[in-house]
């Protein structure tokens, strides 16, 4: 209580002696090149709206001839008289992005385009002319009808690649089609069963090494050289920062024989590269 | 592409002109103003004031120091191009309805609307360009130096040919004449449109050699200059506005859409309120770029071939700076050629 007394009362607060005002304007400099402007100011509604641009400099160098270049440094007049540089925001804006790509049998392609779209409502449609056909033999049945279902192993479909971190997302949409497409279609529609078999997932998992404490400066092919020497690598996925394209720092190695695997594990785990000393283990499966 | 867009009008767009050095953009619309934008980011320059009426068109002088407009206030302007400023005005019994520079700039030629007992005509008027310091710019002739009487059917639309040796007219009947800009007489008249379907825009090839209009009969077509002959047909779905010839690719733009008084009972998809772009020698349609909420009144392409811009009856201007994929495409034969 008397701690309080002496003091202003907190909802007098230094901030709310002026409404009117604002915070001054933050300009804070990335360490990828793009500046990032905080800025503060009263909307329509009178309220205080913070407003952060992240901003890029690029510098584009064009040559024009003289009298163009005279041009640029005309004034303003009428209307625009006196008006700051730079296109305003109530006579110039940006539209959508307009993809125009010139064919010569536009016709075709564009009502075929009307007709996907027509389609797209009834997931009955899209799957009336579908059959039904087993992963094992190709035959007209369920795959779990299938008569040599404990004999063979369900044929791979080569665009199924393992666990990529990279395109897991992408692939669990399905094949582009902004359609929905339900779970158990996904991946064309062998990831169901095919978990339960167990048999690509783990075997490619068992492989895989999990590398950290790379520089960021590193290059997937500098990997690839690197790991290749202990036997064929399948797969160098080394993750990025998605707006500076710098390493982030950790890479995943899988190699095609477990046997290879080990023997990189041991010799390059505690090897120096590039100013830093790689920690190399094999990757946990990820649940 | 993403395109800029303009929204200095309030009301439809009526024709919009590039420089000859394609850094700048002249706009002009029934609301009685005229703008001029730079090209490069859609940013405003300045506005022309002092028409009394819709604007109907808009020319800019090949060396980008004069502007001259027509209106439906009887006049055509004259505009000092940097500072804004009327250097001449120009009085007619009616309404203007085309202007266009000679192709040195000497001459400027006016059409003039078929109104209240008046002919139309088409009027040529010289122009002077001071001391080239932009001095005595307001120096000019006060009665143009040749009347073109259109007798049968007036002119809507009027251009100049190659070293301004004929001035190419756009009927409303459809055909299309052959003037001598000298002697004012008539050397040839075409019925090349059918009959009755007016002639909305008449462009040129950069050396003014043939040109391409475009008609209410849903059709373009590009003619010779020197004999009217019709050297190709761009057939097209709906009536014509505007058609544009590009540089550095062999491909022509046509603009139209529905008449303007049809639009409210149609949906946007089904008024083709869409610039198409056709192959200028295989006469095959390539593409089409949507964005207007209305039909497109006026096509201008960038002198060098590096974007176009479109005025519609919305009353926006777009600007579109194409891709990489526009360049790049070419029929088989053209690749052929280009491998010999």
New interface residues.
Partial sequence: MSRLGNRADWADDEEFDDPSALPAQQVITNKDGTKTVISYRFNDDNKKVKVTRRIKTTVVREN??P??AE??S?A??????GHA????F?????????I?????N??AQ?KEAEKDGGEKGSMKDQLKDKKVKCRICSGEHFTARCPFKDTMAPVEEPSTGGMDAGEADAGGLGAGKSSYVPPHLRNGGAAGGEKMGGSRFEKDDLATLRVTNVSELAEEQELRDLFERFGRVTRVFLARDRETQRAKGFAFISYADRSDAVRACEKLDGFGYRHLILRVEFAKRST | ????????HERSLTQIRFNR?G??LFSVAKDK?VCAWWSA?????????GHQGAVWTVDVSPN?VLLATGSADNTVRLWNI???ECVKVWDFPTAVKRVAFSPDGSQLLAVTEKRMGFLGTIAVLDINYGDGQLGGLDQQADEPALRITCNDSKATVAGWSFLAKYIIAGHEDGSVSQYDPKSGEQLANVQVHEFDHQINDIQFSPDRTYFLTASKDKSAKLLSARDLNILKTYPSDTPLNSASITPKKE?VILGGGQAAMDVTTTSARQGKFEAR?YHKVFE????????HFGPLNTIDVHPAGTAYASGGEDGYV?I?H??K??FD?M?EVEREQMRK
């Fill in positions: 024009v001839n009298q163009v041009r640029r005309w303003k007049f009428g209307n625009e008289k540089a730079g296109p305003s109530d006579t110039t804006s940006v539209g959508e992005n307009i125009f790509r010139p064919s010569i536009w016709k564009a | 592409m993403r395109p800029i867009l303009l929204s200095g050095d850094d700048l103003i980011n859609g940013e405003r320059l300045g506005t022309y004031n980008t940097k500072t804004g491909y772009f095959d349609e390539i593409g089409r770029v949507r964005g777009r579109h194409f891709d994929s526009y495409f029929y």
